[in-house]
């Protein structure tokens, strides 16, 4: 099955820095990458999410990019705000015909931005 | 976005009771439910995959009759924690994925999770 790292698990940047999430993952067929924003004793929100049709996918501060040959995705935090401070998940998924699409998740990033 | 309720919300029970949580996807139709399973400061470990009108899938290692999920509506999914323990006092998640058969990959919406607590 599907194996997705993630570094760092702890993540510590001033207030305005940028912030680079990076993950792997071992099944080629995986074709979604989301990722997600965890808050204490919250659900997951997904904040962006990328197919492996495209390799890089931007939304305001914040960008992922995906590296296919490598498999590699990354997450990058532009212009970090105290709000970004929460654990962020990547997942992993592949293609999966008439049912779901199971999600691996990655073993999550705390991200603190210090003012 | 799509709203997924779950409840209850936090649940508090003695040793060998059964604990029922429920999944509901609010706004649209969910085929798929997926059920995770949460430690303190760890990422979210998939359960098994509740399909509407069938049997659930279940991941390696989780005991299928001890996590009853049951699937009956397109807008429903149930877990049932039957005879819990203390370990397994945990935050269970669901989520739901939109209906969509050409679906590549399909997003999932979180519900807010349980907080189970077996004393």
């Known amino acids: 099955g599907e194996n997705v790292e993630q570094h760092p698990s702890t993540l510590s940047v001033q207030e305005g820095d940028s912030a680079v999430i990076k993950c792997t993952y071992s099944?080629?067929?995986?074709?979604?990458f989301p990722w997600y924003k965890q808050e204490l004793g919250k659900r997951p929100q997904l904040i962006i999410d990328?197919?492996?049709?495209?390799g890089e996918k931007k939304d305001q501060r914040i960008a992922v990019t995906l590296n296919k040959t490598a498999k590699h995705f990354s997450l990058h935090i532009t212009e970090t705000q105290p709000e970004d401070s929460a654990v962020y998940f990547c997942?992993?998924?592949?293609?999966?015909?008439?049912?779901?699409?199971?999600?691996?998740f990655g073993t999550g990033t705390q991200l603190k931005v210090e003012l | 976005g799509a709203v997924v309720s779950q409840h209850p919300s936090r649940v508090i029970c003695k040793s060998g009771t059964s604990v029922k949580i429920e999944c509901r996807s609010l706004?649209?139709?969910?085929?798929?439910m997926f059920w995770y399973r949460q430690f303190p400061k760890k990422s979210l470990m998939l359960m098994a995959t509740?399909?509407?009108?069938?049997?659930?899938?279940?991941e390696q290692g989780v005991e299928k009759d001890k996590f009853l999920i049951n699937h009956a509506s397109l807008t429903l999914s149930t877990l049932t924690v039957t005879s819990a323990h203390p370990e397994d006092s945990s935050f269970y998640i669901c989520?739901?994925?939109?209906?969509?058969?050409?679906?590549?990959?399909?997003?999932?919406?979180f519900g807010p999770g349980t907080r189970l607590t077996v004393l």
């Open positions: 989520s739901a994925r939109l209906f969509d058969e050409m679906a590549v990959g399909g997003e999932q919406f």
């Open positions: 509740s399909n509407e009108g069938s049997k659930a899938t279940y």
């Open positions: 990328i197919r492996s049709n495209v």
């Open positions: 997942a992993a998924s592949p293609p999966v015909t008439g049912g779901g699409n199971k999600l691996t």
């Open positions: 099944d080629s067929a995986s074709n979604y």
């Open positions: 706004d649209f139709q969910a085929t798929t």
